[in-house]
């Protein structure tokens, strides 16, 4: 019994003392870990400074030779902070297939190694890791996915124990908070960042706005799309002479002259309903003096995110001096188009003059060949005086249609000549081809020329027959006048480079007037084919 008397109290001494000593290192390492969670505080948000401070703090509280913080980046793993023995591996990459972290990052558990030489999950480029022989592994998660792992290494065997292990759950754990605190910070940082440089953009262009809006050259105006002026600049003002205060109580049409005003609407509707996308007119607006003032009106929508209409953006531009000086334009355009009206009308009733004188003359001529000879030349002055007064019917003054002019040439010739249409037929071809005074004179002439002298001698003893006209523009630019007759053709010894007659003399010289071409046929009758440029085209090319 001495000798239980004597044991007994020795025994309970031990196991009390011992645990006093394990809550002693209980306590100590207690205060370790709060420490460390407010130097991990202090250290956020710096994510390289938090790793760094976990791969310390690793080492010292398991009494490890070395730590290490390694990241997963795509296949591989890299330490990216490090401490004690492992600091040369800093920077270093494995394969996370491969390493011994890996295994623990892949199936998301703690994993211990108590022998490095006889483990086979660690690979031998792990094993040649400066005091490496026993290691514990933790993963760091960061939003529930495992980011990298937290590994303490030692020179024995069989170091760690379960205290070490939770211990350094207690450090993953703190780290991956602080981490993700940090991410998070930085996110928040960089949204508001991102947030106040838009506020910043977005004051800078309102400014920019208000600037351009405020000294713009031309009026312009917000609208609410009942028609109420929300915004006017001064140029507006100006236009119109209302103040920016009048305007807020007016509204848009009211401004606008009344038989403006259904058009205007018309298309404020259809710029609402979404037909188009903005609109432009010219209309009349009162000014505040009564006056009337012109402007020219472009209208656009501007809609907000979901399509709905905000307010109207319009842009109001004076041009009362440009109608002034258009309508004075047009009453001078008048005025000249009465006058050449004028003009041609006395040039061809001068003409008709010339041909009444040639034909009360040609009635004292008692020679059949004079009197034929008055005759032409009362056909030429009245095929002149024809171009004159289809100018003058015309509404351009400056061009006639030639088809309508070579009809009633022709008709004045057969009249002339009292060629009955049902022994000599007409056939035409022609397009309405417009031509200038230049050239229609000429081709009136020559047209005048083929026919009266097919007329006289293709003919003879009351002969039937056919006269063929034709006149075409090409595509190439240039005209085309054809004439054919099926009567007796001209003589064998006919000469197209020295003709016998005047007509066909003339036919000759106003060709080359025309910088024209000039062919003959002989083809069961006469042809001629006519080819030719106006002057106009002609001096542009």
């Known amino acids: 019994m001495s000798d239980n008397s004597v044991l007994e109290p020795i025994g309970a001494s031990v196991g009390v003392e011992r645990a006093e000593a394990l809550l002693r290192e209980h306590a100590k390492r207690l205060a370790a870990i709060t420490a460390f969670q407010q130097e991990i505080a202090a250290a956020a948000p710096d994510q390289e400074g938090i790793m760094k401070l976990t791969a310390s703090r690793a080492q010292q509280l398991t009494g490890a030779d070395g730590a290490a913080i390694e990241l997963v980046e795509g296949d591989e793993i890299v330490f990216r902070a490090v401490s004690g023995t492992i600091t040369p591996r800093a920077g270093t990459r494995q394969s996370v297939a491969s390493s011994f972290a890996g295994l623990s990052i892949r199936t998301d558990e703690i994993l211990r190694c108590e022998d490095a030489e006889t483990d086979s999950r660690v690979s031998s480029s792990e094993r040649q890791m400066p005091g490496l022989r026993s290691m514990v592994v933790v993963p760091l998660r960061h939003q529930y996915n495992s980011i990298g792992a937290l590994r303490v290494v030692s020179s024995q065997t069989a170091t760690f124990d379960e205290a070490d292990i939770q211990m350094l759950q207690l450090?993953?754990?703190?780290?991956?908070?602080?981490?993700?605190?940090?991410?998070?910070?930085?996110?928040?940082?960089?949204?508001?960042?991102?947030?106040?440089?838009?506020?910043?953009?977005?004051?800078e262009s309102e400014e920019r706005f208000r600037s351009a809006f405020d000294y713009a050259a031309i009026g312009m105006a917000l609208v609410s799309t009942g028609g109420r002026w929300m915004?006017?600049?001064?140029?507006?003002?100006?236009?119109?002479?209302?103040?920016?205060?009048?305007?807020?109580?007016?509204?848009?049409?009211?401004?606008?002259?009344?038989?403006?005003?259904?058009?205007?609407?018309?298309?404020?509707?259809?710029?609402?309903?979404?037909?188009?996308?903005?609109?432009?007119?010219?209309?009349?607006?009162?000014?505040?003096?009564?006056?009337?003032?012109?402007?020219?009106?472009?209208?656009?929508?501007?809609?907000?995110?979901?399509?709905?209409?905000?307010?109207?953006?319009?842009?109001?531009?004076?041009?009362?001096?440009?109608?002034?000086?258009?309508?004075?334009?047009?009453?001078?355009?008048r005025e000249k188009e009465v006058l050449l009206k004028e003009i041609h009308h006395r040039v061809k009733n001068n003409l008709q003059v010339i041909s009444s004188l040639l034909r009360l003359q040609s009635g004292y001529v008692r020679e059949d060949s004079a009197r034929e000879l008055f005759r032409e030349s009362q056909n030429r002055v009245a095929s002149m005086a024809l171009i004159h007064e289809k100018l003058y019917q015309s509404q351009d003054l400056a061009r006639i249609d030639f088809y309508?002019?070579?009809?009633?040439?022709?008709?004045m010739l057969f009249r002339s000549y009292s060629t009955q249409t049902n022994r000599v037929q007409l056939e035409t071809h022609v397009d309405h081809v417009f031509l200038n005074i230049d050239a229609a004179i000429p081709i009136g002439l020559l047209v005048n020329e083929l026919v009266s002298n097919s007329l006289r001698h293709a003919f003879p003893d009351d002969r039937p027959g056919t006269i063929k006209i034709g006149f075409c523009s090409a595509p190439s630019g240039e005209c085309v006048l054809t004439f054919s007759d099926n009567g007796v053709g001209l003589p064998e010894d006919f000469d197209l480079d020295n003709p016998a007659t005047l007509g066909l003399r003339l036919v000759r010289i106003l060709t080359t007037q025309l910088g024209g071409a000039l062919n003959f046929e002989r083809n069961d009758g006469t042809g001629f084919t006519i080819t030719f440029r106006e002057a106009k085209e002609k001096e542009k090319a």
């Open 231 to 333: 915004k006017v600049n001064r140029t507006l003002c100006d236009i119109v002479g209302y103040s920016e205060n009048e305007f807020r109580s007016l509204f848009f049409h009211s401004l606008i002259h009344p038989e403006d005003v259904d058009a205007h609407q018309r298309q404020v509707q259809r710029l609402l309903a979404g037909e188009v996308g903005a609109f432009q007119m010219e209309e009349r607006c009162f000014h505040k003096s009564s006056s009337i003032v012109w402007v020219l009106i472009s209208v656009s929508l501007l809609r907000d995110g979901k399509g709905n209409p905000l307010y109207l953006i319009a842009q109001i531009q004076d041009i009362t001096e440009r109608k002034r000086a258009d309508e004075q334009i047009k009453r001078s355009l």
């Open 404 to 411: 309508e002019y070579l009809l009633s040439l022709v008709s």
């Open 171 to 203: 450090v993953a754990n703190l780290m991956s908070a602080a981490i993700n605190q940090a991410v998070a910070f930085g996110a928040k940082q960089s949204l508001l960042a991102e947030h106040t440089k838009t506020i910043v953009a977005l004051r």
